[in-house]
């Protein structure tokens, strides 16, 4: 079960079974300020797991996270979805420097092959001049491949016009799949549907995806130009 903390006015606590753009959350809503907020958020928190919650979906700026680690709950990461995105995300910061990608060189960097990197690898090389793969392990093989497939392979030493990092310490001006994500920007977007305002909008989108209530092909990448 999914937990979701809302504020509310008063000293009750409630919580009840709701549902979220059809998905089905529990619910607690407690006043966040006074003298007695930690106390109450001690309570939801022990509400919340005596009832199998894990993961949460808190409001924004919430700051609470070192009591709900406490309890063992945890937030929704967003990474997941950022990574299943690579490739529009990619495409997408080369819009944005005015990169044409039939012209770029894209790099793709983490500590080994895993299955995200190498997926990514497989949807970019059809559309991009060239790949490299910069990895400490496992590399070899998924080069090779790529260049049997697609022969858009450049030598690790090449110079990339946008880099995505999927593991390790991610650099200036990457765009990082990992860790703490650095996405330089780029932001994603729900076309058509209003989502609640006062909820952290990556994890709510994310935990939609991983329970099938929305797709990939769904979400837009927006860009934003930085003056």
């Known amino acids: 079960m999914l937990g979701l903390l809302c504020w509310s006015e008063g000293r009750d606590i409630r919580l009840e079974r709701a549902q979220l753009l059809g998905l089905p959350v529990l619910r607690v809503s407690f006043s966040p300020g006074g003298r007695w907020a930690a106390r109450r958020l001690h309570r939801a928190a022990r509400l919340l797991v005596r009832n199998g919650v894990r993961r949460v979906l808190v409001p924004v700026a919430f700051d609470g996270w070192q009591e709900l680690n406490r309890w063992g709950l945890r937030g929704v990461d967003p990474v997941p979805l950022h990574r299943a995105m690579a490739d529009r995300l990619v495409l997408a910061e080369l819009e944005r420097r005015g990169v044409e990608k039939e012209r770029a060189c894209v790099a793709l960097r983490g500590e080994y092959v895993d299955a995200e ?106 860009t934003i130009n930085f003056s």
């Open 117 to 222: 990197l190498a997926r990514t690898a497989r949807l970019l090389c059809p559309q991009v001049r060239t790949l490299i793969i910069q990895v400490v392990w496992g590399g070899e093989r998924l080069v090779r491949e790529l260049y049997r497939e697609f022969g858009a392979v450049a030598p690790p030493g090449a110079q990339a016009d946008v880099a995505v990092r999927f593991g390790g310490e991610g650099g200036p001006g990457e765009l990082v799949l990992c860790g703490q994500p650095e996405l330089l920007g780029l932001d994603l977007e729900w076309p058509g549907i209003t989502l609640p305002e006062e909820l952290e909008r990556l994890p709510l989108l994310t935990v939609l995806w991983q329970a099938g209530r929305l797709s990939l092909e769904e979400l837009r990448v927006n």
